[in-house]
């Protein structure tokens, strides 16, 4: 997918695409320095850390990936849109661009996919970002998100009204977005074919022992303490209706060192909300 002039005005970045197996994924890659790699949720894209890739590009390795069916990247009908292919992309990608180590961002789902990837390969993890996240089990699910996993409802709600990524861009955040930036985020999700990512990431959220996803979360839950000895920065918009006050304290649990920046009037969409702050405060933190 191809990004028109006025929205390049907010995401100034060349596209990058990768070859063989992961044919179809596009990525972000700008700046040099120590790699820094981003992983973004649900129904967001590497349109999400667009101020931030602004903010370290001087003296970092900026490398965001957007998911198969997200974003710049391919956006496939029949595929297999589960956590465990996105981790295996993520996987294959780092692999691809033969990073020795890199700093990591999550949020969103990018939690449980970056997590995962941190499994596959924690020798290569310095430093941690975690914002709005999960990659353990949720204590519960959102009405408004399970009314999106009934099927043929689902289906209608957010590939047919765009009713999961249009409402994102006003829901998500407590500072208002610009006309551009609502574009931005929306523009590769613009067609019943585009959302098939949306409605599958909604649909692949683990409920259940014996589901595959299910017992990927496990395998990472029970690997996160392992990153401990890491220096982790935490940042958490605390009017997220999904990833509320209990998310958060579950990082503070696991991760009792962390150096943690919650903003009591800011949502999920933290990097907007806190473009000035928590921008600062990450920048500050990967770059001593």
């Given at each position: 997918m191809?990004?028109?002039d ?33 992983f ?14 602004k ?40 692999e691809?661009l033969?990073?020795e ?9 990018g ?23 999960a ?14 996993r ?20 006003r ?48 395998g ?32 503070k649990?696991?991760f ?15 990097l ?12 500050s933190?990967?770059?001593?």
């Amino acid at each position: 997918m191809k990004l028109p002039d006025h929205i390049r005005e907010e995401y100034p970045f060349a596209q990058n695409s990768l070859s063989v197996e992961l044919d179809g994924l596009n990525y972000v890659d700008e700046g040099d320095g120590n790699p820094v790699v981003m992983f973004h949720g649900n129904p967001t894209w590497s349109f999400y850390y667009r101020n931030l890739i602004k903010s370290l590009r001087p003296e970092m390795r900026c490398l965001a990936l957007d998911h198969m069916g997200c974003g710049l990247s391919d956006k496939p009908q029949d595929y297999p849109y589960t956590l465990k292919q996105h981790i295996t992309n993520a996987v294959a990608w780092i692999e691809y661009l033969k990073l020795e180590t890199f700093d990591l961002v999550v949020h969103d789902w990018g939690g449980a996919i970056g997590m995962g990837v941190a499994k596959a390969m924690p020798e290569k993890i310095r430093k941690l970002v975690i914002l709005n996240t999960a990659a353990f089990f949720v204590p519960r699910i959102p009405l408004r998100i399970q009314i999106c996993r009934i099927p043929f409802l689902g289906d209608l709600i957010v590939r047919g009204c765009n009713g999961f990524a249009g409402p994102a861009v006003r829901m998500a955040v407590k500072k208002p977005l610009s006309s551009a930036e609502k574009v931005g985020y929306l523009y590769p999700y613009n067609s019943w074919k585009n959302r098939v990512a949306n409605l599958r990431f909604v649909q692949d959220i683990p409920t259940k022992s014996g589901q595959e996803t299910y017992e990927v979360v496990a395998g990472i839950e029970a690997f996160l303490p392992q990153l401990t000895s890491r220096e982790i920065l935490i940042g958490w918009g605390l009017k997220d209706f999904c990833f509320n006050q209990v998310f958060l304290d579950r990082w503070k649990a696991i991760f009792p060192n962390a150096e943690v920046h919650a903003y009591e009037q800011s949502g999920h969409y933290i990097l907007d909300d806190e473009r000035e702050d928590l921008i600062e405060r990450i920048r500050s933190f990967l770059i001593p």
